[in-house]
C-alpha cells in the first residue's frame, strides 16, 4: 500500500514513525521527559516489541542484545538517563553490533523537567559514536531512518539527539518508504568482536580510529549538513533547533546547517568559514561546536554573545548579537501556577507524617518530589534517580549514632527499581541501619503514568507478574518490613516510628493508588466538605497544602455575620476538586469536616 500520508506529528511520534519505517523490531527506554512518548507511540505500530526497562543502562543493553542477533533496534532515554546507560554505550562504540542500533537521547536545555542541564553532544564525542540533530519532526522522522544506515554501514551506534523544543513541537511529517536491514536475523558467533577482554579490545580500539576517519570523510557529503549562501557579511554555524531561531532572527545571513554534529565535517566547515566575513557558533547550552572549530584554527564568536545556560530564541539571538530588537509581539503576563501534588495525592499523607518526625528526608525523582515543596516542606535533599538511600546511608556512616533515627529516604516505585534497589542492597550488606520509605502508587507517575515492575502490565499492554516489593525487601535480608495506607495519618505516624526505632535496616512501602489512574478517575468520589459554622479558622488542614481546601478571609463584619468568634479571620472550604482522600478529615479536632451528605448535625 502506497504510504504517502502527510502527518501532523509532534517530534517524540516522528521519531516513532521514523523507527517503525527503519524496519525497528525492539525497542527497549526508560521513561523521562521529554523523551517519553516515544515508545509509548512506537508501541502501537504492528510487528514492534516494545518495552520499559527497570533503567537506561539496561535499555541499552537489551538493545545490544537485539543488534547483536540481527534485529534493528532504538534504545530511548532522557539527557541525565544517558549517564546510567554509559557505562554499556562506552563499550558499545567498540563492539558495534550486526543490525543498526540508534539511540534517542533528549536533552532538556532550561530543565523544564529535569535536575540538570547538561549537554549530550559531548557523549558522542567522548563515546566516538556519531550524531545526528534534527530541526523539527520531519527531519526526526528522516535522521531516524539515516541512523540505521548510518550505524549499519559503519558498525556504530548512533545517537539521535532532540530537545524539549523538537521532541514536543508539533509539524507536517510525511509518511515514507518502509526499509528493511540487510542483516539476517540469527546467532553468529564472532568472540573478537563482542568479547571485550583487552586483547580483543585493543584490536577494537583501532577499528573505531579507522571508523572514525570514515565517519568524518562521511559527514563532508552527509546531505543534511548544508551550506545555505546568502549575505556574506555575516556566517552562521549551526544545529538542531538553534538553525530555526537563526532563521527567524537572521534571514540574511548565510548558514552552515549541520545535521551531524560528531563527527565534523572539517572540510565543509573551513570551507564556508572562509566565504563569509564573520563567523558565528549559534548552539544551545555548551560551546560544542565552537570549541572544534576553534581547535580547527578558525576565528570565530560564539559563547561570547550567546548564552550557555537555557533554551535560546529568535529574540535572544537579536539581542545577543545587538541588533534592533523586534517590536513584535509581547506576551501577556500570566499568573503563576505554582506546581503541587494532586487533591487526594497518597505522597501528600507520608509527607505530612515525615514532616512531624522532624527528621531529615533524602529524597528522590519523581512527582513526590514535590513534598519539598511548602507547606510540607518535607524533603531535604534530591541528586538524582535512586541516590536516596546511598544519600541516607552515607549519612549515617558519616554521623555514626548521632544520625540514628533522623535520617530517613524516600523514593518511588519506580525509582525504586530503577537504582534505589542496590542502594537497599548496600545498606543490608554494609550493616546501615536506614528507615527506607517506597511510595507504592502502582506507576510510574511523573513521566504520564508508565508501568513498572510492580505495574503488573507491559508497555504492550499484556499482564505480567508484578513483583511483591514487601518480598523483595525481605530477600534482600531486611527484617523489619512493613505496608502502609498513606492516608491514615496515624497509622502511617506509627510505622514510620517503629521504623526509626528499628534497630538495623528497614523499610515502610505506603501502599496507595496514583487518584490520577483511569480506574481511579472512575471510582465513584465520595468528596468531603466543610461545615464553616463549625470551623473556627485554625487552619490546621491548610497544612496539609491539598488543592481542593481554600482559605476564604472574611471581615470582622463578616465574622459577626456569620456567627464566628470574634478574631476568626476566616474559613476553609473544600472545591469540588476533593477526591475523597479524608486526610484533611483527620487534621480537624472539630470535627468541621466530614463526608458530603453525612454532616454532623
Ligand atoms: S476545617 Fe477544621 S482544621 Fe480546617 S480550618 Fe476549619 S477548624 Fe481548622
Ligand atoms: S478529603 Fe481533604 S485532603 Fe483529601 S482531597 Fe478532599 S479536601 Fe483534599
Not at 29 to 56: F, M, Q
Not at 60 to 86: D, P, Q, W, Y
Not at 163 to 169: E, N
Request: proline fraction near 6%.
Amino acid at each position: 500500500m502506497a504510504r504517502n500520508n502527510e502527518l501532523w506529528l509532534s517530534g517524540n511520534e516522528a521519531i516513532a514513525l521514523g523507527a517503525f519505517e527503519a524496519g525497528v523490531k525492539v525497542a527497549s527506554g526508560y521513561p523521562g521527559t521529554p523523551s517519553t512518548e516515544i515508545l509509548e507511540n512506537l508501541s502501537k505500530y504492528e510487528g514492534v516489541y516494545t518495552e520499559w526497562a527497570p533503567n537506561e543502562k539496561v535499555g541499552i543493553e537489551v538493545a545490544i542484545g537485539s543488534s547483536f542477533a540481527g534485529v534493528r533496534v532504538l534504545s530511548t532515554m532522557k539527557h541525565v538517563g544517558m549517564n546510567v546507560a554509559a557505562d554499556p554505550l562506552f563499550t558499545a562504540s567498540y563492539t558495534g553490533g550486526r543490525a543498526g542500533l540508534v539511540i534517542i537521547n533528549a536533552d532538556d536545555p532550561e530543565m523544564h523537567s529535569s535536575q540538570n542541564e547538561q549537554d549530550n553532544r559531548n557523549y558522542a564525542f567522548a563515546a566516538k559514536v556519531p550524531m545526528l540533530e534534527p530541526s523539527d519532526p520531519a527531519e526526526a522522522k528522516e535522521f531516524v531512518k539515516l541512523a540505521f544506515d548510518i550505524s549499519e554501514e559503519f558498525d556504530v551506534p548512533v545517537i539521535v539527539r532532540t530537545t524539549t523544543r523538537i521532541a514536543h513541537v508539533k509539524g507536517l511529517v510525511a509518511e515514507g518508504e518502509m526499509l528493511k536491514s540487510g542483516v539476517e536475523p540469527g546467532i553468529e558467533k564472532m568472540p573478537a568482536k563482542f568479547v571485550m577482554l583487552p586483547g580483543n579490545a585493543r584490536n577494537r580500539r583501532k577499528v573505531i580510529a579507522e571508523r572514525q576517519q570514515k565517519l568524518e570523510t562521511f559527514a563532508e557529503t552527509f546531505a543534511y549538513n548544508k551550506i545555505e549562501m546568502a549575505d556574506v557579511k555575516i556566517g552562521i554555524i549551526t544545529s538542531g533547533i538553534s538553525y530555526l531561531y537563526v532563521k527567524e532572527a537572521f534571514p540574511e545571513a548565510s548558514v552552515l546547517k549541520l545535521g551531524m554534529v560528531y563527527p565534523f565535517p572539517k572540510l565543509m566547515i573551513s570551507d564556508f568559514a572562509s566565504k563569509v566575513d564573520e563567523l558565528f557558533i549559534v548552539e544551545e547550552l555548551d560551546p560544542f561546536i565552537e570549541t572544534h572549530v576553534k581547535a580547527m584554527g578558525i576565528k570565530c564568536t560564539g559563547k561570547e554573545i550567546v548564552p550557555a545556560i537555557g533554551e535560546l530564541n529568535s529574540f535572544i539571538l537579536k539581542k545577543a548579537f545587538q541588533k534592533e530588537s523586534p517590536a513584535l509581539f509581547s506576551p501577556e503576563e500570566l499568573p503563576l501556577r505554582p506546581p503541587n501534588m494532586c487533591a487526594g495525592c497518597p505522597h501528600r499523607g507520608l509527607f505530612y507524617s515525615l514532616k512531624k518526625l522532624k527528621v531529615f528526608v533524602s529524597g528522590d525523582i519523581g512527582c513526590y518530589t514535590l513534598g519539598f515543596l511548602p507547606p510540607l516542606s518535607a524533603m531535604d535533599s534530591c541528586v538524582c534517580m535512586g541516590a536516596s538511600i546511598g544519600i541516607a546511608h552515607g549519612m549515617e556512616k558519616a554521623l555514626g549514632l548521632e544520625a540514628k533515627g533522623k535520617v530517613v529516604a524516600v523514593l518511588g516505585d519506580s525509582t525504586f527499581f530503577h537504582s534505589g534497589l542496590t542502594g537497599l542492597v548496600n545498606v543490608v550488606y554494609n550493616k546501615g541501619c536506614s528507615t527506607v520509605v517506597i511510595l507504592d502508587n502502582r506507576i510510574t507517575g511523573m513521566t504520564g503514568h508508565q508501568h513498572n515492575p510492580a505495574s503488573g502490565q507491559t508497555l504492550m499492554g499484556e499482564p505480567t507478574h508484578s513483583i511483591d516489593i514487601k518480598n523483595l525487601c525481605h530477600a534482600l535480608g531486611v527484617k523489619h518490613v512493613v505496608e502502609v495506607n498513606p492516608h491514615h495519618l496515624g497509622e502511617t505516624e506509627t510505622a514510620l516510628k517503629e521504623a526509626i526505632e528499628f534497630d538495623g535496616p528497614s523499610v515502610v512501602i505506603t501502599k496507595s493508588p496514583c487518584v490520577l489512574l483511569p480506574e481511579e478517575k472512575r471510582r465513584v468520589k465520595q468528596p468531603y466538605t466543610i461545615d464553616p459554622k463549625s470551623c473556627t479558622g485554625c487552619k490546621s488542614c491548610l497544612r496539609l497544602g491539598c488543592p481542593a481546601l481554600n482559605w476564604v478571609p472574611v471581615t470582622e463584619q463578616q465574622a459577626r455575620e456569620l456567627g464566628f468568634k470574634e478574631k476568626q479571620k476566616g474559613y476553609t472550604r473544600i472545591s469540588e476538586m476533593c477526591n475523597g482522600c479524608g486526610q484533611c478529615a483527620q487534621l480537624c479536632k472539630f470535627e468541621a469536616i466530614t463526608r458530603a451528605g453525612e454532616e454532623s448535625a
